[in-house]
């Protein structure tokens, strides 16, 4: 699948966010899912990135970009929480980065 040139600075920033696997689980962006899951595997989502980059992709466009930006970032194997609430979103991406929650409520 052909990466879209405007999810660029998205993905680059979901690359450094893997990097830092140690580190306290922050920034973090949590958004409802546009489709309801439909694409994005769930009603939540937690993002390990700003909002500002997060911004920059198309995990909120019409039907087609989401699907294929969903499809895009598990090909990756990218670390998106997903839940049912904003808590279960956010618990399953402390699980997919391996974050204790000592350490997820700390600031860098």
């Known amino acids: 699948m052909r990466e879209q040139p405007h999810?660029?600075?998205?993905?680059?920033?979901?690359?450094?966010?893997q990097d830092?696997?140690?580190?306290?689980?922050f920034p973090?962006?949590?958004?409802?899912?546009?489709?309801q899951g439909t694409y994005e595997g769930d009603r939540w989502l937690a993002?390990?990135?700003?909002?500002?980059?997060?911004?920059?992709?198309?995990?909120?466009?019409?039907?087609?970009?989401?699907?294929?930006?969903?499809?895009?970032?598990?090909?990756r194997k990218l670390p998106i929480g997903r839940g049912s609430t904003p808590d279960g979103a956010l618990a399953d991406l402390k699980k997919r980065l391996g974050v204790a929650d000592s350490e997820a409520n700390q600031s860098p």
């Open 28 to 35: 973090v962006t949590i958004v409802m899912s546009r489709y």
């Open 47 to 75: 993002f390990p990135v700003g909002a500002e980059d997060l911004a920059h992709s198309d995990y909120a466009d019409e039907d087609v970009e989401c699907m294929c930006f969903f499809q895009e970032c598990e090909a």
């Open 20 to 25: 830092y696997v140690t580190r306290a689980l």
């Open 7 to 17: 999810n660029t600075r998205f993905f680059a920033a979901m690359a450094v966010a």
